[in-house]
């Protein structure tokens, strides 16, 4: 039943009083723009509307709003072009709407709470189970996935979930004095770089996303969770040592490694939004140290041949980098790597030891007019603020559709492995991806894998049996490919790219087979077999754990753990279904 259908009954009355009052209507982001909404007169708010347009991709703006949808195929019905309250936003301030169009719902929530206290997540699952409305969990909305909305869904907005606690010696509930370290809880909706200042105020390094508006403690540990520095010390998922939750059957549960501990394995890589609504995580951290950075840049209008040149360059160079503890982006014209070993990281030999690591990139980028620096900085905060915090403040209001693979390290041990890599980056360039585009996280635990789970609870103080795709502790690169749809597309374009990008999907998983897997927080929406591809053998037991605190279906999103093929053709998926099927027609798979 979608929740209009019910507005005129007090059951909304009653939910807005359980809640304090927290129960609003959600409205597209760009609504002020317009002067028609679903199809009525309404009117403009210039003041709104101009702060809008100003800073139609500024990430921060989304980050704070109960409708704001970073990507915006959170907000947009992607079936229906129609069904959208988009903005022109290839131009800076965002074009205004043109005279008669109208902002449409898309797949924007109808409701949304602002969850402040426990009582307002019971209170929401209570009338999700009452009235079988579609119940999704929203945060920063930094999403790419479409997970956190549903066309006529109400949305727990838990944003609001803040709070920072460090802790000198943190030991789990229930664990008996076994301590895990140093640590510090966040709230839900801490922010990273919120996460990065405080860590960095206590003498500490939070190992982190690359994105200041990430939620930490939200989907981005609980999907697995990269870093720059995950190759020493591993994915976020590594790093979490208690999560406290509220499961769909309406129980606060502590999971760690001694309560619960199914859970714990569970929402360490299985992903967010469909096993509960996680209030706070604590996540172990690092004393402060220097980190060696090289950012390393070819000329910006470099060719498509040079870009594929300096790949395989990377390619040849990224097993003896791997092994020394690099790790960061590299793109089709650019590496910025980061690295916290000592033995590279040495404040005292003036960047020698960097600098020698990095002699051939450096050489193929000033040989073709480009550029670089290579240097050691006193603190994971000084990178953060020097390298990468400028770069990823104004990255919203797109549409962008991402396709991931994780490649095994046999792939960069020999000739015959890097020349089928290469051969993979042609035969993408011949379905529309430009190598320039290239894109691949460095965020792998290459180096963290390799110690024992003994060694690794005596030294990191936790564990690497986690619930993600057994791949990533294989893996050297985690390569991407991506396409934009622009913001008017039509639905034949729209079905265009992302068939294109499925395409590209299935060419990677060929290239790696079983031994390759996918990120799925970066992965493409439509992938056909996505169990196998972002779990591997853990999506079974997974799924266990789902039925068991959630037996009533309560939360379910687009591709979660529990969703059902039968929910692509269903109402409630349309705005995905419509093009997942369409897709596979074109692929021949429907028959």
Not at 19 to 25: D, P
Not at 410 to 420: D, H, N, T, V
Not at 523 to 539: C, L
């Amino acid at each position: 039943m979608p929740i209009s259908s019910i507005c005129r009954i007090n059951p909304i009355a009653t939910l807005n009083a359980s809640v304090g009052g927290r129960l609003h209507t959600t409205v597209p982001f760009a609504l002020p723009c317009y002067s028609s909404y679903n199809g009525n007169s309404v009117e403009v708010d210039e003041a709104a509307c101009t702060l809008i347009r100003n800073n139609y991709t500024t990430n921060s703006i989304y980050a704070e709003a109960p409708d704001g949808y970073m990507n915006l195929q959170g907000e947009m019905c992607l079936g229906d072009p129609l069904d959208q309250c988009t903005l022109n936003n290839t131009v800076l301030p965002a074009a205004e709407p043109a005279t008669g169009s109208s902002c449409n719902q898309g797949s924007v929530p109808s409701y949304y709470i602002e969850v402040l206290e426990i009582s307002d997540i019971n209170a929401a699952l209570n009338f999700t189970k009452d009235f079988q409305i579609p119940l999704v969990i929203k945060n920063s909305g930094h999403d790419y996935m479409t997970r956190n909305s549903q066309k006529g869904s109400l949305a727990l907005w838990v944003h609001k979930l803040q709070g920072l606690t460090f802790h000198d010696d943190f030991v789990p509930e229930g664990c008996k004095g076994d301590s895990a370290g140093r640590a510090i809880t966040a709230g839900t909706g801490v922010s990273t770089g919120d996460l990065h200042n405080f860590a960095d105020e206590h003498d500490s390094t939070f190992i982190g996303g690359y994105s200041p508006t990430v939620a930490a403690s939200g989907g981005w540990v609980q999907g697995g969770g990269h870093s720059v520095l995950s190759p020493v010390y591993g994915l976020g998922a590594n790093r979490v040592v208690q999560l406290k939750i509220v499961t769909p059957d309406g129980y606060l549960r502590t999971a760690n490694q001694c309560r619960h501990e199914d859970l714990f394995w569970a929402l360490r890589g299985g992903g967010g939004g469909t096993f509960g609504v996680v209030l706070e995580a604590t996540h172990r951290v690092e004393r402060s140290m220097p980190i060696a950075v090289a950012n390393i840049w070819l000329p910006s209008d470099g060719t498509p041949k040079k870009s594929l040149e300096w790949i395989e360059l990377l390619a040849n160079q990224s097993l003896v980098w791997g092994k020394q503890g690099w790790g960061g982006h590299a793109g089709g014209l650019y590496l910025t790597y980061m690295n916290p070993v000592p033995t590279i990281a040495n404040l005292t030999d003036g960047g020698t030891a960097a600098n020698s690591s990095m002699s051939a990139a450096t050489e193929f980028a000033l040989a073709a007019g480009g550029s670089s620096v290579v240097e050691v900085l006193p603190s994971f905060l000084a990178v953060w603020n020097k390298y990468v915090l400028s770069g990823a403040l104004t990255t919203a209001g797109i549409t962008r559709i991402l396709a991931t693979r994780l490649i095994p390290r046999k792939f960069f041990e020999g000739e015959a492995g890097i020349a089928k890599l290469m051969e993979f980056m042609v035969a993408a360039q011949q379905l529309g991806f430009d190598p320039r585009n290239f894109y691949c996280p460095i965020g792998t635990p290459f180096v963290f894998e390799q110690t024992t789970d003994f060694q690794l609870r005596a030294r990191n103080k936790s564990s690497f049996k986690t619930s993600v795709n057994p791949a990533w502790y294989n893996a050297l690169w985690d390569i991407s490919t991506s396409l934009t749809i622009s913001w008017n597309a039509s639905y034949a374009e729209r079905l265009q790219n992302v068939t294109a990008i499925t395409k590209a999907t299935l060419l990677a998983e060929k290239l790696t087979g079983t031994g390759g897997g996918t990120y799925p927080n970066e992965a493409n929406p439509f992938t056909p077999n996505w169990r196998e591809s972002w779990w591997g053998d853990n999506y079974a037991r997974l799924l266990e754990v789902k039925k068991k605190y959630d037996p009533e279906g309560l939360l379910k999103c687009w591709k979660c753990v529990g969703f059902e093929d039968d929910d692509i053709s269903s109402d409630r998926f349309r705005c995905q279904g419509k093009l997942q099927l369409d897709i596979d027609r074109n692929l021949g798979w429907d028959s």
